[in-house]
């Protein structure tokens, strides 16, 4: 394989990278927190029992991440720091000390490494002044695509009015945003037994997200937001045709949405993360293949196995939909996102 690509200017990335394998879902934990932890001091609070470093994988420098990278057929990881780095319960410039942090060294990793890696930041969403701070120095100064956020703020869901100014400036910067839950999930509420906080807790959280946005209307009130959500949705191809029902049947408990929720499935993006073909399959008969992203959950145990070949040897699919899956959604959408920022500096 031809990885002797030179780092394209940004308003090249659409066709420079139209070809290469895009993993949308991959996290990273920042060596600067793994070296003071490891050695014996805590890192604004946190400790070796945060970032998930009995995962060994996650201890990997990037030289060694690219390896792994070669090994599943992965051009490029659109890196985003591990969701223990969210710390929305802390104080706001605790967190937002912990998300620039975090963020440097993702943008670190893109310039010594532009041609296998892209970035998302994490961001101190309790302090939404703040939020928006980091959001233009991390996509202005640092050059990040985006941003990966919980599916709730302690709580608060992000079709409350506060959060407004954010998604006002996820539309402004053109930033994708990156869905993925962190901890607790909702059902860890009912039950911590059998891992469901997170085998289904993840999918609840996505659907609630949806819901919310949706219902909130989010999605009427900023038309251009690139939001996808992690894990293929969750629930949300299973679960929208009796939110349709919902919606029908209680006009009263619409929200601010407009239609009902079924024709916003395609307003948003989605990651691979299905694990078998047969979901796969129908998540793109629900949200059509132009709104599917290659992910794998890399390095998480949850990880999907072979990924790149599970795509290319699937039968369920079609040529066209495995190049725009793999390659082709992912570099027009961070090529777009990239592009308006460059615009943005002049």
């Known amino acids: 394989m031809d990885r002797s690509l030179v780092a394209p200017h940004a308003g090249q990335l659409t066709n420079a990278r139209a070809g290469r ?57 659109l890196l985003s720091p591990t969701d223990c780095f969210y710390q929305y319960h802390r ?7 912990i998300a620039s942090e975090c ?29 928006i701070e980091e959001m233009e120095r991390a996509t202005g100064e640092l050059g990040l695509r985006g941003f990966m956020i919980d599916d709730h703020v302690n709580n608060l869901t992000y079709d409350h009015a506060v959060f407004d100014p954010f998604w006002s400036a996820a539309e402004h910067l053109r930033a994708f945003i990156f869905v993925h839950q962190g901890r607790p999930t909702s059902v860890s509420y009912r039950t911590q037994k059998f891992f469901l906080l997170n085998s289904v807790g993840n999918l609840v959280d996505r ?7 949706v219902y909130g209307g989010v999605i009427d009130k900023y038309p251009r937001l690139m939001v996808c959500l992690a894990h293929a949705g969750g629930y ?34 989605y990651d691979t993360v299905t694990y078998t073909d047969r979901n796969l399959r129908f998540l793109l008969d629900m949200v059509g293949s ?57």
């Open 290 to 346: 132009e709104r599917v992203l290659f992910g794998t959950d890399w390095p998480a145990p949850m990880v999907v196995d072979d990924p790149v070949r599970r795509i290319t040897t699937s039968a369920v699919l079609q040529d066209g939909e495995r190049d725009a899956i793999l390659r082709q959604n992912a570099a027009t959408l961070l090529g777009a996102a990239q592009d308006s920022r460059l615009r943005g500096r002049t």
């Open 103 to 131: 963020n440097d060294e993702v943008a670190e990793m893109v310039r010594d490494h532009p041609d296998r890696f892209m970035g998302l930041g994490t961001l101190p969403m309790q302090d939404v002044e703040r939020t």
């Open 91 to 97: 104080e706001p410039e605790v967190t937002a000390k």
């Open 21 to 77: 394998v895009i993993d949308v879902h991959a996290h990273v934990t920042p060596q600067r927190f793994q070296k003071a932890v490891l050695s014996g001091s805590d890192w604004y609070g946190l400790t070796p029992a945060d970032g998930e470093l009995e995962n060994l994988k996650n201890r990997w420098p990037p030289e060694r991440r690219i390896e792994e990278m070669d090994r599943l057929g992965v051009d490029v990881q």
């Open 236 to 269: 949300v191809p299973y679960a929208v045709d009796r939110m349709d029902k919902g919606w029908q049947a209680f006009p009263a408990m619409r929200g601010a949405s407009r239609d009902q929720p079924s024709t916003y499935l395609r307003r948003f993006f």
């Open 207 to 213: 659907t609630l997200t949806f819901g919310c946005l």
